[in-house]
């Protein structure tokens, strides 16, 4: 069984810079697609960021030209550099992988941008 799990988060001023991981653990084979997504302090879930195996990235509009996902294939872990923070960034980022059709999801990591 896979796990994802998230770290990298904490408190920033605006402006600042954060880099999370997310590392997986388990039988892990390619994954499909993988994507980060935070839920806000209103509790909504928001796409942020999505990166495919040929290394095809997207990203949401509020973080366009501020973050950048990535991928080791050989460490199994997918990268968000946020660089730029503001403090509508706060929130909880999560990680998720499609396997095998699967939508795989860590636990979260929080992070805050103070004004």
């Known amino acids: 069984q896979v796990q994802l799990a998230e770290s990298g988060g904490g408190l920033v001023q605006a402006g600042g810079s954060l880099r999370l991981s997310c590392a997986a653990s388990g039988r892990v084979v390619s994954p499909s697609g993988m994507a980060w997504y935070r839920q806000t302090p209103e509790n909504e879930r928001e796409w942020v960021a999505k990166i495919y195996p040929n290394g095809y990235t997207d990203y949401g509009a509020s973080v366009n030209g501020r973050f950048t996902i990535s991928q080791d294939k050989a460490r199994k872990t997918t990268y968000l550099q946020m660089n730029s923070l503001k403090p509508e960034d706060t929130g909880i980022y999560f990680c998720?992988?499609?396997?095998?059709?699967?939508?795989?999801w860590g636990q979260g990591t929080p992070v805050t941008v103070s004004s």
């Open positions: 998720k992988w499609v396997l095998g059709g699967r939508d795989i």
